[in-house]
């Protein structure tokens, strides 16, 4: 039957007479109407900010293949969406039980779209059996791993029992799953008296006092007396035996101080040692310098120790310079493909991944295809950090029972025999073989002071400890700026403030003191200009402002522009043009090209062969290496910063500016990922202070089916 309505321009039409209007028009589509009315509504909503604009025209492909039901649609654009923001799928659940907090939405909102696309299935059972039944949908059963309604035609949506995926994402799921599970399951041929005899060399025996309960955060005072294992040691000890190991701790645990010893074991033993293929990663350029120092200092400090029994010094140069992600892999310009992949494997026998927490589950499941079977995988990282801007939490959804240890029995006879070291009952459980492989670092050497215990009350969601901490620093290390004026934060940004120096003019000033150049020769025969380059960047490395989002008076774009007008006002920058001597910049896309990576900071200063033109300098451990401005094409003036582009880089002094108003963006994950960039100084900016506390209590929890697979 034939729906008699109105639409808007066009008069009632009467369904009644014989040579009416309505005998003479053809009958009006309902289904048809409702989807065009719920796709106009999106539209409306993408205008509004509410959504991606990439949602609307992702519904409307959907219908172009036949998707008709608005429900169905309806979910496409959720999951659009929350892909976005991180999640990796739509938890049918979640839509179930409270949709307006998928997006953090008001009821008016929701109810709106949700009246567009009535009816709506009213339970998950419900929701399961309308998906399943779409064709656009392909329904995978649990023990089978077949369709349930339909066969496998490569649908573009995938639904694993209460979760809809976008099929790569599943697709990478379940290949990272299958991975994850197969290496740490793998089991290793492994000498306990050898392997204790180098821990013993390796490591200083002698045990510490420290916590030995499952919470990092509880006083030491609290367990004076209980000897804590050392976990370090431990952590070499149970890389030696399988394909994976995953080494989490925070901000001065130890991590690369570990894994450069587990390198020195790997070396010793190995049969040929001198044939053992190492490669070293990390996700920006600025994370993979870091690493690739870090073990050279840590390898170079235990060539004495070992001495002629191992050849470290000369093992030690042949570990290649540590590369992003996306150069070990071979990313291709303009393509999602890589050159290494599981019919192109890279030929190497350990891999060591640093920053874990910032890769995205794409990037994993490129890792682990590449990646031979026979080869060791060591990831490290901070699993309270933050995830990756792109989909995925993989790292925390790897660590999930690292806290608890969650130790078989077995576990801790073999950490017995190979390190002596004797794991408390606290720790013991009936964990996966992935719980077997991954070890938390649970003492941090260098966030003992304020800025450690800072970061325990933020990661703890302790509002009240967190806020003590900023108000009780008598030292300066600490500073909390509440109801900051943009006037002071310009101010902190040119000088500091007392007790903390830093700010931009330091840098600045140094630039103004170029040495002079030879001509056309470029630097003088000493190499003064890269040496004075490199202490250029240096200074501006040692302040940095972060901030929780990019636009605004107080995001990056809006703090940008306020510091450079600043700046320029004081005579220590002149802007001619985009590009001037002093100008800060980040490199926003992997060139490969020019041989820089989506991350990497660089300071614009005179080129010394042609007083005409600009060269951007970028630090590399200790040296320096030069592009000219003009072949830099994707770049970001960068006095300011995302917290997110910050990770994997510390500063002296760090500032952490707020906004104004709370939004779902600004989570306890990324104040503490701010405030664990700070090596000597933290200065929080907060224009309201209630933000800061409303951001300890937001958790980022980010939609997965990872965490099940394991487990499964």
């Not at 120092?293 to 070992?306: P, R, T």
């Not at 995988?377 to 240890?405: M, N, P, T």
């Not at 290390?477 to 931009?504: C, F, K, N």
Request: proline content about 4%; aromatic content about 6%; overall charge neutral.
């Amino acid at each position: 039957m034939t729906t008699a309505i109105q639409l808007p321009g066009i008069p009632p039409v009467s369904p009644s007479g014989t040579g009416s209007l309505a005998a003479r028009q053809p009958a009006i589509d309902t289904a048809a109407v409702e989807q065009l009315t719920l796709l106009s509504l999106l539209d409306q909503y993408a205008q509004d900010g509410l959504l991606r604009r990439l949602g609307p025209a992702f519904a409307r492909f959907m219908a172009s293949l036949g998707m008709t039901e608005p429900a169905h649609i309806l979910t496409c654009i959720l999951l659009s969406e929350l892909e976005g923001r991180g999640h990796s799928c739509l938890l049918l659940s979640a839509l179930t039980s409270d949709p307006c907090a998928l997006l953090g939405w008001k009821a008016s909102q929701w109810q709106t779209l949700a009246l567009a696309a009535d009816p709506l299935p009213d339970s998950l059972e419900a929701w399961r059996s309308s998906l399943s039944a779409c064709a656009q949908v392909w329904a995978v059963n649990a023990d089978t791993n077949q369709g349930t309604t339909q066969d496998d035609l490569h649908q573009a949506l995938v639904l694993d029992q209460d979760r809809l995926y976008l099929r790569r994402y599943w697709r990478d799921e379940t290949s990272v799953a299958r991975a994850i599970i197969s290496r740490a399951a793998t089991v290793r041929a492994v000498d306990p008296r050898a392997t204790r005899q180098w821990l013993d060399t390796l490591f200083d025996t002698e045990p510490t006092q420290e916590l030995s309960s499952k919470s990092s955060s509880e006083s030491s005072s609290e367990q004076v007396g209980v000897t804590e294992p050392d976990w370090q040691k431990i952590a070499c000890a149970i890389a030696l035996r399988s394909n994976l190991t995953i080494i989490t701790g925070g901000p001065g645990t130890g991590k690369t101080y570990t894994v450069a010893r587990l390198l020195a074991l790997l070396f010793a033993m190995t049969d040929k040692h001198e044939n053992l293929r190492i490669a070293l990663a990390a996700p920006t350029g600025k994370a993979a310098a870091r690493l690739k120092q870090s073990i050279d200092d840590a390898l170079n400090g235990l060539a004495a120790k070992v001495g002629e029994h191992l050849p470290l010094a000369q093992l030690t140069s042949r570990i290649g310079a540590a590369r992003t992600l996306h150069s070990l892999l071979g990313a291709r310009p303009d393509t999602r493909a890589f050159a290494y992949h599981s019919g192109n494997e890279l030929d190497i026998d350990v891999l060591i991944v640093d920053e874990a927490s910032m890769v995205h589950l794409e990037m994993m499941a490129a890792i682990l295809a590449a990646l031979p079977a026979n080869a060791m995988l060591i990831l490290l990282g901070d699993k309270d950090q933050l995830a990756s801007v792109e989909a995925g939490a993989v790292l925390g959804d790897l660590c999930r029972h690292a806290q608890d240890g969650d130790y078989l029995a077995a576990t801790l006879q073999y950490v017995l025999a190979t390190s002596g070291q004797k794991i408390a009952p606290a720790f013991t459980g009936h964990g996966s073989a992935l719980s077997q492989q991954t070890v938390m670092l649970r003492k941090s050497l260098r966030f003992s002071g304020p800025i450690g215990d800072l970061a325990l009350a933020v990661n703890a969601g302790d509002t009240a400890k967190a806020i003590a901490c900023l108000r009780a620093s008598d030292d300066k290390v600490l500073s909390w700026i509440t109801h900051a004026q943009a006037q002071e934060m310009v101010e902190l940004a040119l000088d500091g403030r007392p007790g903390a120096p830093g700010g931009y003019r330091s840098y600045l000033t140094l630039l103004s003191q170029a040495p002079p150049t030879t001509g056309n020769t470029g630097t003088n025969a000493n190499g003064v200009y890269d040496l004075w380059a490199a202490q250029v960047l240096e200074r501006f490395e040692s302040f940095r402002i972060l901030c929780a989002v990019r636009e605004g008076e107080w995001g990056v774009a809006g703090l940008n522009l306020a510091i450079e007008q600043r700046l320029e006002k004081e005579g220590l920058i002149r802007r001619r043009s985009e590009w001037y001597a002093g100008r800060p910049v980040m490199i926003t896309r992997n060139d490969h090209g020019t041989g820089v990576f989506n991350g990497d900071i660089g300071i614009t200063l005179p080129d010394p062969q042609r007083s005409d033109s600009l060269r951007v300098y970028f630090l590399e451990g200790k040296t320096v290496r030069s592009v000219l401005a003009t072949r830099l094409r994707h770049v970001a003036t960068a006095y300011a910063m995302t917290v997110h582009k910050s990770q994997g880089s510390e500063f002296s002094h760090t500032v952490m500016v707020l906004p104004k108003e709370s939004s779902p963006v600004v989570s306890r994950e990324l104040v503490y990922t701010g405030i664990t960039r700070a090596r000597k100084n933290f200065t929080l900016v907060s224009p309201v202070a209630s933000v800061f506390e409303e951001a300890l209590k937001r958790r980022t929890q980010r939609a997965s089916g990872l965490g099940s697979l394991l487990n499964a």
